[in-house]
T-cell receptor, first 114, second 115 residues
Framework: EAQVTQNPRYLITVTGKKLTVTCSQN?????MSWYRQDPGLGLRQIYY???????DKGDVPEGYKVSRKEKRNFPLILESPSPNQTSLYFC?????????????FGPGTRLTVT | AQSVAQPEDQVNVAEGNPLTVKCTYS??????LFWYVQYPNRGLQFLLK??????LVKGSYGFEAEFNKSQTSFHLKKPSALVSDSALYFC?????????????FGQGTELSVKP
């Protein structure tokens, strides 16, 4: 089954404790992206990757890191989480057809930082 | 800079009536426009997109959207709403000329369809 998987689905952590949210897709997509969803703000793009070893900042990259060492994986790293990073996070992927292709979204990761 | 506006936080419709969810956009080049739907506790699902060609685009679950270049709008429509259409709807835009990776979403519109 074609899908985007994220782990963990739920995470409660404390300020400053490094964490990684994994994202994996099995559709051989070149493009992958991370978003955060907050009430009243919709989805905001954190980072995206056009292909392996190619990443770029979205609109809200501060406090986050990403890497794209393999085509299928695109982990999101919070080196020192803070309470304002409490949010619902989505990973998405698509073929990179000049931006024309729709994205497939993962089920989401609900992160709480206390 | 790219931007998307969904002017209504919530839209309420009676089952069987037509529905419209509004979206306006701003990009410097040609827009690539998308609609996604989010059901409770789920990720987003693609509904339809406009890239080029016919201004009326048909998508999943009986939804359609009309691209209006002069009004910079891409409103989502359905002739007859179902209770199961109740969900959160997002409009998104990408600048087709620059072909970068940035995708901008609107803040979302909560659609409620009552029996």
């Amino acid at each position: 089954e074609a899908q985007v998987t994220q782990n963990p689905r739920y995470l409660i952590t404390v300020t400053g404790k490094k964490l990684t949210v994994t994202c994996s897709q099995n559709m051989n997509h070149e493009y992958m992206s991370w978003y955060r969803q907050d009430p009243g703000l919709g989805l905001r793009q954190i980072y995206y990757s056009m292909n392996v070893e190619v990443t770029d900042k979205g609109d809200v990259p501060e406090g986050y890191k990403v890497s794209r060492k393999e085509k299928r994986n695109f982990p999101l790293i919070l080196e020192s989480p803070s309470p304002n990073q409490t949010s619902l996070y989505f990973c998405a992927s698509s073929f990179n057809l000049g931006g024309r292709d729709e994205q497939y979204f993962g089920p989401g990761t609900r992160l709480t930082v206390t | 800079a790219q931007s998307v506006a969904q002017p209504e936080d919530q839209v309420n419709v009676a089952e069987g009536n037509p529905l419209t969810v509004k979206c306006t956009y701003s990009v410097s080049g040609n827009p690539y426009l998308f609609w996604y739907v989010q059901y409770p506790n789920r990720g987003l699902q693609f509904l339809l997109k406009y890239i080029t060609g016919d201004n009326l685009v048909k998508g999943s679950y009986g939804f359609e959207a009309e691209f209006n270049k002069s009004q910079t709008s891409f409103h989502l429509k359905k002739p007859s709403a179902l209770v199961s259409d109740s969900a959160l709807y997002f409009c998104a835009v990408r600048d087709g000329v620059n072909q970068g990776g940035k995708l901008i979403f609107g803040q979302g519109t909560e659609l409620s369809v009552k029996p």
